[in-house]
């Protein structure tokens, strides 16, 4: 058993348009902040993060951190 998590990454909210590029600059940034998370979802827009279920709080954080600093993010 793990934990499983994925985010899908769109243009739009009311037309749910997928955004693949935006992912591909998501992962760019994480991979530069020491974070390696891959492609994920019929439309390679939605990044599956499975962490294994021993991460201590401070290792979340820090997920979310590198995550929320990518340019693209934003």
Do not use: W, Y
């Amino acid at each position: 058993m793990d934990l499983g998590v994925a985010v899908e990454l769109v243009r739009d909210r009311q037309t749910r348009e997928a955004a693949p590029d935006t992912l591909d600059r998501v992962l760019d940034g994480a991979k530069e902040r020491g974070m390696v998370v891959g492609h994920g979802g019929l439309f390679a827009n939605t990044p599956p993060i499975c962490p294994p279920l021993v991460d201590s709080e401070d290792d979340v954080d820090t997920a979310v951190a590198i995550l929320d600093e990518t340019p693209a993010a934003t």
